[in-house]
């Protein structure tokens, strides 16, 4: 309707809120919500204590800035230009957040090899 000011970029959750409606928001927030989840949950199986406290900071970045722009978007918190994670336009944003992401999938696959090398081993061993 014209009355934000950079609706493409920082305020992206209110244009969805107006397209989409409340649906549209609890789409978006909880698909970020179960990605948030299975990156804490890639870090509890984690056997060593640095990728899980990579896991667990990774993670809490996502929040963090899911929430402090979903707070800016309802005005509880004043507007600092923090992007939601991968809805909102910025090229920085969308390329450390992408680089993080696979900073997760690496060690989620590390886990998933660890685990096969030692079925494997316990299968040879009979």
């Known amino acids: 309707m014209g009355y934000l000011p950079e609706a493409n970029t920082d305020f992206i959750l209110?244009?969805?809120a107006e397209e989409l409606g409340l649906l549209g928001v609890i789409v978006?927030?909880?698909t970020l919500g179960f990605l948030?989840?299975?990156m804490v949950l890639v870090g509890t199986r984690c056997k060593h204590m640095y990728e899980a406290y990579l896991c667990y900071g990774i993670a809490a970045f996502f929040a963090a800035e899911m929430m402090f722009n979903v707070g800016a978007?309802?005005?509880l918190l004043p507007i600092t230009g923090v992007t939601l994670p991968f809805i909102s336009y910025g090229g920085s944003s969308m390329?450390?957040?992408s680089a993080s992401?696979?900073?997760i999938i690496r060690i989620s696959r590390n886990q998933t090899q660890a685990k096969q090398a030692a079925a494997s081993l316990k299968q040879g061993g009979r």
Do not use: F, S, T
Request: with cysteine.
């Open 14 to 16: 209110a244009v969805i």
């Open 28 to 30: 978006v927030l909880g």
């Open 36 to 38: 948030i989840c299975r």
């Open 73 to 75: 978007v309802c005005g």
């Open 95 to 97: 390329l450390v957040l």
């Open 101 to 103: 992401l696979g900073i």
